[in-house]
């Protein structure tokens, strides 16, 4: 698991799996918050982000961390019994980092925003997320008991990762090659929701995921079939 500095740029990737030929494409978002050695960055990289209302430095997260927080998922998603609440779970931990992600701008030098542990909550688009997210959930018990001196960007991180490896075949979809720790969070991240891509047309997602975030299509397709894990409620998904 790799950390690195202030200045550069860290990747966290979601693999999409063909179950038929076992052959994996790895899909890379691009965080903002930065984070190589900077006599190794190339000078192409967008600038740091200046983290407007960062509240906590990121701890190291070393392999026997990663993994004690996927163990803890899966004590989680064992103390859940009905089918429906455990699809849930499983969906909305996945939602919550990308919904987080999704809002990064490659084109605004100023506040890119990215993997910072920060959401509109009151924007539509996030519906049903506080459900995953909040002071009485087990996601945020979990955190708040075992793994608060994590920022809370790299914590969302490996949750999610965690969900994709145990949801995947004979759980063979493990990210912690792609897992870079070092991302800073902040509390207010204004008009992030805005930088979702809508439901509108396909443009949307040509928007979003390769002008703004910087991504290929086959990246963006395997971003899209995130929405075949959990389950379709008008209360949370519209």
Request: hydrophobic share 30%.
């Amino acid at each position: 698991i790799t950390s690195h500095d202030s200045t550069g740029r860290s990747h966290d990737s979601i693999t999409s799996n063909d179950s038929t030929s076992g052959s994996h494409d790895s899909v890379t978002s691009h965080d903002s918050i930065t984070s190589h050695d900077s006599t190794d960055s190339p000078s192409t990289l967008p600038p740091p982000n200046p983290r407007h209302g960062s509240t906590k430095n990121p701890s190291c997260v070393d392999t026997a961390r990663y993994y004690a927080i996927d163990t803890d998922i899966a004590a989680i998603v064992s103390r859940i019994d009905d089918d429906k609440d455990r699809s849930h779970f499983y969906g909305g931990v996945l939602r919550l980092a990308a919904h987080d992600f999704m809002d990064y701008d490659q084109n605004d030098s100023l506040d890119p925003m990215g993997m910072d542990g920060c959401l509109d909550w009151n924007s539509l688009s996030n519906a049903g997320l506080s459900s995953i997210w909040n002071e009485h959930s087990d996601l945020h018990k979990l955190y708040d008991e075992k793994h608060s001196d994590l920022s809370r960007a790299d914590f969302w991180v490996m949750a999610a990762n965690a969900v994709v490896r145990q949801t995947s075949i004979g759980g063979g979809l493990d990210l912690i090659d792609t897992f870079y720790w070092g991302r800073e969070e902040r509390d207010e991240c204004p008009g992030s929701a805005n930088r979702l891509p809508t439901t509108a047309n396909c443009r949307q997602v040509e928007g979003v995921f390769l002008e703004r975030m910087g991504l290929e299509w086959k990246d963006a397709v395997a971003l899209l079939g995130a929405h075949t894990l959990g389950r379709g409620h008008i209360e949370f998904s519209g």
